[in-house]
């Protein structure tokens, strides 16, 4: 089980860099595959040894080996996030498909974290091929729920969205939530089920009301400013994958 878990953290760890890759480039609308890593600011090509996830920004302290330009701390952030979720799968799961389905539907929203809280987007091209993946997903047993399951999470989860983001536009005639919103709750639902939607909007709604309370009190910017809601979804999403039967154990004896 500690090999498993280590090995689990190396893995984790080396697909945090390589979606790292992808969180620069996909908004940019670049190839994810060539050309090969280089610095964006003197465009140096980066060596395998200045390629190791966390230990290289370790001993570069932050800095191009090249021009010395800093470099974001959102690299070995990923990384870590990514080998941490990577462990915490395995110790739920083992060396199983379910690890392997749940570890790519959780590095998706890690990704879309990132993005949109950088450039205020959610991709289509996460998002709906993650639709697909996770109605696949619903076919296999250890899914946990059927594939009518997940049909109704993606129909209930981009409808519920897409209905709020209406009434919003229409009372306020701002824009409420955008369509990556939408389309992120619709995959979602397609990997967590209709069932698990009421508690992740939930959380997902407290959490950004509070955080983006803050923000704004912080930044002192008001109503002008945008604050992203995917990174509380992805949220909602990861708290409900991890302690989804605590919570719902929870709000039936609320309920009692």
């Known amino acids: 089980m500690t090999l498993g878990m280590v090995f689990a953290f190396l893995f984790g760890l080396a697909v945090g860099s390589f979606l790292n890759v992808c969180i620069y480039r996909i908004p940019l609308k670049k190839s994810i595959v060539r050309p090969p890593s280089s610095c964006p600011q003197c465009g140096d090509q980066i060596r395998f040894y200045d390629n190791i996830p966390i230990l290289s920004y ?36 083992g ?8 570890f790519l539907f959780t590095a998706a929203l890690v990704v879309i974290t990132f993005i949109d809280l950088e450039h ?76 698990a939607l009421p508690f992740i909007i939930l959380i997902s709604s407290f959490t950004g009301a509070l955080i983006g309370g803050l923000s704004l009190v912080v930044s002192r910017q008001g109503m002008r400013s945008r604050i992203p809601f995917g990174p509380f979804l992805a949220l909602g999403a990861l708290v409900f994958l991890f302690f989804g039967n605590e919570i719902v154990s929870w709000f039936d004896r609320l309920g009692r």
């Open 95 to 102: 060396p199983s498909l379910q690890y392997a389905f749940l």
């Open 58 to 93: 370790i001993v570069l302290q932050g800095r191009c080996r090249h021009c010395r330009t800093p470099i974001s701390f959102r690299y070995p952030l990923v990384e870590l996030v990514i080998g941490l979720l990577s462990v915490a799968l395995f110790i739920l799961f």
């Open 120 to 195: 205020k987007i959610i991709p289509d091209v996460i998002s709906l091929p993650g639709i697909l993946l996770g109605l696949a997903f619903s076919f296999f047993p250890s899914a946990g729920i059927s594939p009518l399951d997940a049909l109704i999470g993606v129909v209930g989860g981009g409808g519920f969205l897409f209905l709020v983001g209406t009434v919003f536009e229409k009372v306020t005639g701002r824009e409420g939530m955008g369509g990556g919103d939408v389309k992120l709750l619709a995959m979602i639902g397609a990997w967590m089920g209709w069932k």
